[in-house]
């Protein structure tokens, strides 16, 4: 095994002894008994021998002990709420892919009313794309690939359940490969009373 000198002192333990009449010099490690130094040879051919009495695969799994930072996770009664949220509301759709539902700390109804905002900014943003054929292309496509996805659907003006609408604005990166035009919502726009989503 080869390591760097950054470890090297970190394995050391107490535990160091000398061989009489010779240069040898064994030490203990958290790895295994380590063993320096030369040795006197009269032939010209040396032969250089190195043992070890320990498991490789126990040495391995100390080495790993020692390097392991134990963290502990201070919970705080929020992030156990959301925790037991996501184990209780999680699934699988027909693709395999995990979904949940999005989590509010209050009632919806009380975030307020945005829909003529959101519409005010998608209609200000149509007349802009609409200048720049390019990217309205673009843009729809981004759009229909939401719609296909499941991430947005179409809404009617005769709403039976709470909604909240969330203003976007596209955002064109040329420099992405995959994902030159996309839409990003303002996660800085709350309700009037201030409530944020979970």
């Given at each position: 095994m080869l390591l760097g000198v950054e470890v090297f002192y970190e394995l050391l333990i107490p535990?160091?002894?000398?061989?009489?009449?010779?240069?040898?010099?064994?030490?203990?490690?958290?790895?295994?008994?380590?063993?320096?130094?030369?040795?006197?040879?009269?032939?010209?051919?040396?032969?250089?021998?190195?043992?070890?009495?320990?498991?490789?695969?126990?040495?391995?799994?100390?080495?790993?002990?020692?390097?392991?930072?134990?963290?502990?996770?201070?919970?705080?009664?929020?992030?156990?709420?959301?925790?037991?949220?996501?184990?209780?509301?999680?699934?699988?759709?027909?693709?395999?892919?995990?979904?949940?539902?999005?989590?509010?700390?209050?009632?919806?109804?009380?975030?307020?009313?945005?829909?003529?905002?959101?519409?005010?900014?998608?209609?200000?943003?149509?007349?802009?794309?609409?200048?720049?054929?390019?990217?309205?292309?673009?843009?729809?496509?981004?759009?229909?690939?939401?719609?296909?996805?499941?991430?947005?659907?179409?809404?009617?003006?005769?709403?039976?359940?709470?909604?909240?609408?969330?203003?976007?604005?596209?955002?064109?990166?040329?420099?992405?490969?995959?994902?030159?035009?996309?839409?990003?919502?303002?996660?800085?726009?709350?309700?009037?009373?201030?409530?944020?989503?979970?």
């Open positions: 535990g160091q002894f000398r061989v009489e009449n010779s240069c040898l010099i064994f030490q203990n490690t958290v790895l295994v008994l380590c063993c320096s130094g030369c040795v006197a040879c009269e032939k010209e051919n040396g032969v250089h021998c190195v043992f070890s009495t320990n498991d490789l695969d126990y040495s391995i799994r100390k080495f790993w002990e020692i390097e392991a930072v134990e963290t502990e996770l201070n919970k705080n009664s929020e992030a156990v709420i959301s925790e037991g949220y996501f184990q209780k509301n999680r699934s699988r759709d027909e693709s395999g892919r995990y979904t949940i539902k999005m989590p509010l700390k209050e009632d919806p109804s009380c975030l307020g009313e945005y829909k003529e905002i959101a519409l005010k900014r998608l209609n200000s943003l149509w007349k802009r794309l609409e200048r720049e054929p390019v990217y309205l292309t673009s843009y729809k496509a981004v759009l229909k690939e939401y719609e296909d996805l499941s991430h947005m659907n179409e809404m009617t003006d005769q709403e039976s359940q709470v909604a909240y609408y969330k203003p976007h604005r596209r955002v064109y990166g040329p420099e992405k490969a995959a994902t030159k035009l996309r839409t990003n919502y303002f996660q800085c726009f709350h309700s009037y009373n201030k409530s944020k989503i979970l």
